[in-house]
């Protein structure tokens, strides 16, 4: 088994900030994945990395930044932070290949004051 | 792009009777169909999925059904048990090696005793 960490579990910031959040998985899989999630809707795709170094835009790229320093770890940046933005940012991971299924973080509450 | 809709936000049904909910995808390419459940305050946690190769997929009281033609799938929880109370999202992939998917807007269910 594994297990994916997110931090900080709770942020709030001022608008204007940068607000970088962190994951860390042990399961040593290759796709790393940031979402997204407003209250009372799915999932939305920020970016995801398929390997070291590798960066890929999702749906929702625009005023965010992401690092895979490694591949245990994926980093978000909220460039701007938005007043009274107020979202759950979910991190995953997923193993290249057959291996299809994506394995979720427990999640960092952004609330921007 | 690819759209998932998921067609009940809300589902009520009473404990031990089974519970539907139900998705519709655009894109024909789609080829895995994987449902997530979310606890309350908690993140999404994986419980099955389904692949086009097969139209049938059960794992104890969860089936998953796929009418590839409609393009349709659809998540059967028989027996249901309060423990089953949740908000499920069912997501289907837009690039089967790189794990892109596309969410549904979640259903929540309430199991009545």
């Known amino acids: 088994g594994g297990i994916i960490t997110q931090t900080p579990k709770f942020l709030i910031g001022q608008e204007g900030q940068k607000l970088t959040l962190k994951c860390q998985q042990n399961?040593?899989?290759?796709?790393m994945y940031w979402y997204r999630q407003d209250s009372g809707k799915g999932l939305r795709l920020i970016y995801y990395?398929?390997?070291?170094?590798?960066?890929q835009k999702g749906d929702l790229s625009e005023g965010y930044d992401a690092s895979r320093e490694k591949k245990s770890s994926f980093s978000l940046t909220v460039t701007s932070a938005q007043k009274n933005e107020m979202a759950v940012f979910l991190c995953?991971?997923?193993?290249?290949?057959?291996?299809?299924?994506?394995?979720f973080g427990p999640g960092t509450r952004l609330l921007v004051l | 792009g690819e759209k998932v809709e998921q067609h009940e936000s809300t589902l009520s049904v009473r404990e031990g009777d089974s519970a539907v909910i139900n998705c519709t995808y655009t894109d024909t390419a789609s080829s895995y169909f994987p449902w997530y459940k979310q606890e309350a305050g908690k993140s999404l946690h994986f419980v099955i999925d389904?692949?086009?190769?097969?139209d049938r997929k059960q794992s104890q009281r969860l089936i998953v059904l796929l009418d590839k033609k409609a393009k349709r799938f659809s998540l059967h929880i028989t027996a249901t048990q309060p423990e089953d109370s949740a908000i499920y999202f069912c997501a289907a992939d837009m690039n089967y090696n790189q794990g892109k998917l596309i969410f549904g807007q979640g259903t929540k269910l309430s199991i009545k005793p």
């Open positions: 995953a991971s997923r193993l290249q290949g057959n291996q299809d299924t994506q394995y």
């Open positions: 399961f040593n899989h290759d796709t």
């Open positions: 389904i692949r086009s190769n097969v």
């Open positions: 990395s398929i390997t070291e170094n590798d960066l």
